[in-house]
Structure formats: structure tokens, C-alpha cells
């Protein structure tokens, strides 16, 4: 076995450890304000907590999800005290502060309201936090916030045209972004619930997905459209989201019984011609293929991980070898860092690191990647 056989045998493990013995423990210590409560949105450059920088709601949500998700998988025991408390903030500042339904977009470091847009991207991060929540315990208080939200997001921000408007006050362009989390999220809500109405809730994104947001012409995803969900030329793909619609698909499937291996296959295809030297993913091509952007980020890097690893639950010849060799690339580039459960965000096309500071939103994508590589490659 060569040395690079043998590191990608053992990365799954690596990164388990990693999660466990060092991200983990710095999210939940130097990334938690003790004084103010809530999660800080980023550390400096030495590991530090930017206690300056506002609050994102949606950043408060995928670290309560993280801390739930590690709880569920008993990688870290104390992941759901630290959930609950982040949640319980979460609910006191950031839910309704100015007497209107739904939750604001940011905060201040003191718990202040920074900006009241209702933003549905963000939404879609909440519930997925209350659907990981409910899940540990079934708190028939957590389940009636789940409802609560549904109701706000069916009252406030459906759209006559299908899927959701951006948020109150509504903005354009419409972004298939919001639609993708959403239909993450009531994935996560079937999971947590069992409850058959978020089968179907899940069903309108996939039909959406089908209808307006995938083209099968030239089998990409776009990421801006009109109102009436039109395509917007010339068509920006962001191959992150071609691969994390892959993993998607897979949990609708799983759900539903509903067949999603053809449109998994072609966008899978699609997103593998936008890769540069490294073999990691870039953030932005055409529709023709073509890289627009040389800039990697952390993220697209774990959805790459994480379509692979769906092909492998599928049965796919090769997947989980080349799901691991994603992981490998993620560890290698992206997770070496100086700081012990830190990450680099961002590189240029040198391979030089643009992004400063270590933002808690990838967290998010971490956990998640090492999670299903957990449960699949094992």
C-alpha cells in the first residue's frame, strides 16, 4: 500500500478525531461568549475570539446543529447541553425582538438586533437547527417552534411562482441557495419526526429543482434567476452546490423511495470539470464548463466529499475511494491549520490563504462531511 493509499485508508478516522479532540472542544469554549451568551462568528488569525464582529442568525443555527449532530452521534457528550444553551439564546434574542414573527438576520455582540431582514436562507438553517434538536430528546416545546417557523415561512414568504421569496423585505435576484437549504431542512424535519408531511414538503423543492432550477440541457444548476424563476444569462454555477444537491437528492430518495440517480449522475459529471491543479473544486464557472473564478473555498471542498459519499451509499463503483480522496484534500489544504481545530477559508489560485480571520460558518460543512463519511465508509 502506498503512502497515499494508506493516508486515505485512515482519513475518515483522522478526521473523526480531529472533530472530537480539538474542533469541538475550541467551538464550544473559545467560540461561546460566556459574558453575553451566544456563539462568536469567528476567531483571529491566532485562534482568539473576534468578540467585535455581528452576530449571523444563520451561524448561531449551524453551530447549535453542530453540537446537536455530534450529541446523535456520541461523539461528544456534552454537544447537547451546548445545543440546548445555543438554542435557548438563539430563541430569546433573535426570535420576534421587534414584536414581527420570524427571526432577524443578525445581532449585535451584546444580543442586540443588528438587522431585522427576515432572511429565508437563514430560516432554513434554524430549522434545520430545531430538527436536529428534536431529534436528541423530542421536546414537544422544540416541535412546537418547528411548527411555528413553518407557519411563518407558508404565511409570510411562499411565493406565487413556487418556492420562497429571499426574505421580507423580499430582494431579487431569486437564488436556488434558499431552495436548497429548505429542502435540507425538511429532510432533516422527516428524519427528526417521521411526520409524512415533510415528505411532501420536501417533494415541492425536488419539483422545483426539476421544473426550474436544474437545466437539463446543459445539466448545471444555476444560482440567480427572475422572479418567475427564469434563468438569468449569462448563467453563474457555483460547483459546491452541483455536489451538494447530490447528497440532497440522495436523502430525498432515501425518504421517499422517490429514484434521484440520474440527475445525481449528471450533475456529479458537471461539477468534476470545475476542479483546478489541486483537484479541489472552484467557486464559480459557466455554464459551458468554464472556471470564472480561481478562488477555492473550504465549503465546496466537504459537499464534493459528501456527493461522493452518496454515490457510495448508491453502490457506485470507486465512490468511496474517491470520496476519501476528497477528504484527503480537505485535511491537506484546508484543515492544517496552526490553530488546533481551525481551518483555512479561502485560497487563491497560488495556493495562498485570502481570508484572515477562522469563520465558525464552516463548521457546519466540516461536521456534516465527516458525519456521513462516518455512517457510509465507516
Not at 432577524?104 to 438586533?113: C, F, N
Not at 414568504?157 to 418556492?163: E, K, M, Q, V
Not at 467557486?283 to 454515490?311: S, Y
Amino acid at each position: 500500500m502506498t503512502e497515499a493509499q494508506d493516508g486515505a485508508a485512515g482519513v475518515v478516522a483522522r478526521l473523526k478525531r480531529h472533530m472530537i479532540e480539538q474542533a469541538l472542544p475550541l467551538w464550544s469554549t473559545v467560540g461561546w461568549d460566556a459574558a453575553t451568551g451566544g456563539f462568536i462568528e469567528r476567531l483571529h488569525q491566532d485562534g482568539s475570539a473576534d468578540r467585535a464582529a455581528p452576530r449571523r442568525v444563520v451561524v448561531q443555527a449551524r453551530q447549535i446543529y453542530c453540537y446537536a449532530k455530534a450529541a446523535q452521534m456520541g461523539w461528544y457528550p456534552e454537544g447537547r447541553a451546548i445545543a440546548l444553551k445555543g438554542l435557548e439564546y438563539l430563541l430569546a434574542k433573535a426570535k420576534a425582538p421587534d414584536g414581527r414573527p420570524g427571526f432577524v438576520y443578525g445581532l449585535t455582540p451584546d444580543g442586540g438586533v443588528a438587522d431585522p431582514l427576515r432572511d429565508t436562507y437563514g430560516h432554513s438553517f434554524v430549522l434545520l437547527a430545531l430538527a436536529t434538536v428534536y431529534g436528541l430528546d423530542q421536546d414537544a416545546q422544540v416541535r412546537a417552534e418547528i411548527d411555528e417557523l413553518l407557519a411563518f415561512l407558508d404565511s409570510k414568504l411562499r411565493s406565487p411562482h413556487g418556492g420562497f421569496l429571499e426574505g421580507l423585505p423580499p430582494a431579487m435576484p431569486r437564488r436556488q441557495n434558499p431552495q436548497m437549504h429548505l429542502f435540507e431542512a425538511m429532510i432533516a424535519c422527516f428524519d427528526a419526526t417521521h411526520d409524512l408531511s415533510f415528505q411532501n414538503r420536501a417533494g415541492e423543492f425536488f419539483a422545483l429543482f426539476l421544473a426550474s432550477l436544474y437545466d437539463k440541457q446543459t445539466r448545471v444548476l444555476g444560482e440567480y434567476f427572475e422572479e418567475d424563476w427564469s434563468k438569468i444569462p449569462p448563467v453563474s454555477v457555483e460547483p459546491g452546490h452541483l455536489a451538494e444537491w447530490i447528497w440532497l437528492l440522495k436523502g430525498f430518495e432515501r425518504i421517499t423511495g422517490c429514484p434521484t440517480g440520474r440527475p445525481r449522475g449528471e450533475l456529479l459529471a458537471s461539477a468534476l470539470r470545475y476542479r483546478d491543479a489541486t483537484g479541489c473544486l472552484i467557486d464559480e464557472g459557466d455554464a459551458e464548463g468554464n472556471i470564472r473564478r480561481h478562488t477555492r473555498r473550504l465549503w465546496p471542498q466537504t459537499e464534493l466529499a459528501k456527493a461522493w459519499i452518496a454515490q457510495a451509499e448508491s453502490g457506485e463503483s470507486g465512490a468511496a475511494d474517491e470520496a476519501r480522496a476528497a477528504l484527503v484534500l480537505l485535511e491537506r489544504h484546508y484543515l492544517s491549520h496552526p490553530v488546533a481545530g481551525g481551518w483555512y477559508d479561502q485560497f487563491d489560485r497560488e495556493g495562498n490563504s485570502l481570508v484572515a480571520t477562522i469563520p465558525a460558518s464552516s463548521f457546519y460543512h466540516v461536521l456534516c462531511a465527516i458525519t456521513e463519511a462516518e455512517q457510509v465508509l465507516g
